[in-house]
Structures are given as structure tokens and as C-alpha cells.
């Protein structure tokens, strides 16, 4: 683990990310983490309701524990700008550290004593197929949108090829007969 987070880190300063954000990347990270911490706090909301390992009031510790992890959702999407990584250790970089800190969220806000350890297996097993159903679907419907693009892509072109055909260049100082 220490040697991925060693190539992470030349990573990011070789390429100098973090000095290339510019304020629109950083207003869009934090407007995506803003997002992100309401679907949380709906989340927890409703599964506060729903069940009794956590409560369904939200103090101000734990709202300041899902705007981090809103945070850290949003900071971990920058994983999949990275070129130079492959698309599973992407994604696998992306699950640990959403992982972790969703355990961290579960155990400081969760009623974990009286529920007992099997509650944070039975939350990661949850979260692991969470995250592959929302994977799935997203990364679906990216490859239709890409395909779709490509489509438009070639029938625009396709196009501009017949105008361009149609509209062969005639000096001006030629007459027609």
C-alpha cells in the first residue's frame, strides 16, 4: 500500500496536478462535494428512519463527518483524470479510499456497541455492492454517451464532406454557360 501511495505521490507532484488546479477545478470539486453531501445527508436521513444503527437526527459532528467524506468523494473522482493509470487501478484506488472513510463515517456515527462488529462487515459487504451497482450503471451509461458522441461525430463530418463536395470552389471571375 505504501509503495502505491509512494507512485501516487510522484505522480501527482511530476505532473504537477495539484499546482495546475486552477479556481474553476476547484469550484467544481467543491460544488460536486456540496452535492455530494446532500444525497449523503437524504442517505443517512432515510436510513436513519429505517433502521436502528444509526439515529436519524444529525448533529453537527456528524453533519462535519459526510460533508468530509462529500469531500473526500469528490477529491477521489480526480483518481480517474489520472492518464497514466489504468482503468481498474483507478477504480481500485477510488474504492479504498471511499471505503475507508465510509467505515470511519459508520463507526463514528453508527450505534456499532449494541449492534457488535458483524454490523461494520455487514455495512462494508453493503457498501462493496453499492459501489459496484453505481460503478456499473455510471460506466454504462458513459460508454453509450461515448458511443453516441462517436455516431454524431462521423455523421457530422460525413456531412461537411458532401457540402464541401457540393460546393467546389468556382473563381469568381469565370462565367457559366
Known sequence: ????????????????????????????????????????????????????????????????????????????????SIKKLVLALQVLIHYVVLLVAFCVIFISTGNISSAGGGAIFTAVIIFTVLYGVIFGVSYAVLLAVRKADEKIDRKFKAEIKKEVKKDKYRPIYKTEE
Not at 474553476?24 to 436513519?48: P, Q, S
Open 1 to 80: 500500500m505504501a509503495v502505491i501511495m509512494l507512485s501516487l505521490y510522484g505522480t501527482f507532484i511530476s505532473k504537477s496536478v495539484f499546482v495546475e488546479l486552477n479556481m474553476k477545478k476547484i469550484e467544481n470539486l467543491l460544488l460536486r462535494a456540496a452535492g455530494y453531501t446532500v444525497l449523503i445527508l437524504l442517505m443517512f436521513y432515510v436510513f436513519g428512519l429505517a433502521s436502528d444503527f444509526t439515529d436519524a437526527y444529525i448533529n453537527f459532528k456528524t453533519f462535519m463527518l459526510i460533508l468530509g467524506f462529500g469531500v473526500l468523494i469528490s477529491i477521489a473522482g480526480l483518481v480517474f
